[in-house]
């Protein structure tokens, strides 16, 4: 990618579980890097900051809820979440907005993730909403080709929304279109969002692995891991509204019977194990609607049991 764009994360006033912040992203030294990605591609100026660019600072804000420490047992793990190894995790900021250019923090949100890639650590992104992962799943080109699993309550494959090509709407239509994106897997979809029938057509047209909701509480996430090939490399995204809203209630549009957080810990573990898992992003939070910091608290869990699957997996060279 052109080197054009300085990329230069904006600093933070908490960072996530208190891990050192790394804003220099070419001096990286690092296994994992916490960015967060506040600002989408809007359908209109209401959207521009919208509760869900708040995110990245609720998660981080919250995460000392999820995280007692690296000598606490972690009882989801079946050890401490470094497995005793010299780990280094780091925050590298908030990708900033520029008011006078609502494209900028796309360019710099894909240069950020390839200089976290080339330093060989593992991008864990905060959105934001879903457009953000774009810019993301663009920056794997390089470590490609990589499946991507995606948990949401909604298809995601408007080709436009409002004009807008980048939107929340269309994350998992452009990454079709990626030829470093190989199978795409959808899972825990229900009740209805923006997409129509010609969406629905053109993802099963696509080959897109579709799994509704009562489709996994049926068979099980054993069964939906078993349909992901073994050996290869894959991304992880996860919508906050794919989830069960009694584990994350804080979303803009909640609809009851999603995955649950044990088969979150099923399929986050299962992806570490079967192959690597090269980054995940979590998105769609509003935390104005939150409840105890549930969806937070959560957020960081989810972040937590990727960590430290990967630790346990031996992913990163100490």
């Excluded at 990589?146 to 980048?166: C, F, M, P, Y």
Aim: hydrophobic share 40%; with cysteine.
């Amino acid at each position: 990618m052109p080197n054009r764009f300085t990329v230069a994360p904006r600093a933070v006033t908490h960072t996530f579980c208190n891990f050192p912040l790394a804003l220099d992203l070419d001096t990286l030294d690092a296994h994992v890097a916490i960015l967060g990605l506040p600002y989408g591609d809007p359908y209109s100026m209401e959207e521009l900051t919208n509760d869900q660019t708040n995110a990245p600072t609720a998660v981080r804000r919250t995460s000392d809820k999820a995280w007692e420490g690296l000598d606490s047992w972690d009882f989801d793990l079946g050890g401490t979440v470094f497995d005793g190894q010299a780990i280094r995790v780091v925050d590298a900021g908030d990708v900033p907005g520029d008011p006078r250019d609502l494209t900028a923090h796309y360019r710099l949100a894909e240069a950020a993730v390839r200089k976290i890639l080339a330093a060989g650590a593992m991008p864990i992104s905060i959105g934001g909403d879903h457009g953000v992962s774009i810019p993301v799943l663009r920056a794997l080109e390089d470590v490609g080709p990589v499946n991507l699993i995606q948990i949401d309550a909604h298809l995601d494959w408007r080709d436009h929304l409002k004009g807008t090509k980048t939107g929340y709407s269309s994350p998992i239509r452009r990454a079709a279109e990626m030829p470093h994106i190989d199978q795409i897997f959808q899972i825990g979809l229900r009740c209805q969002g923006s997409a129509r029938a010609k969406e629905f057509k053109a993802a099963t047209n696509h080959g897109v692995n579709l799994t509704t909701a009562y489709e996994l509480h049926d068979q099980g996430m054993e069964k939906i891991l078993a349909q992901i090939p073994d050996g290869e490399k894959y991304y992880l995204t996860i919508d906050a509204d794919g989830m069960e809203p009694s584990a994350m209630p804080a979303v803009a549009y909640p609809a009851p019977g999603g995955v649950t957080y044990v088969q979150m810990h099923k399929l986050i573990h299962g992806l570490v194990n079967k192959g690597r898992l090269v980054g995940m992003d979590i998105v769609e939070i509003t935390p104005a609607n939150d409840v105890n910091d549930l969806t937070s608290i959560t957020a960081a869990r989810l972040i937590t049991n990727l960590i430290g699957a990967a630790a346990k997996a031996g992913y990163f060279r100490v």
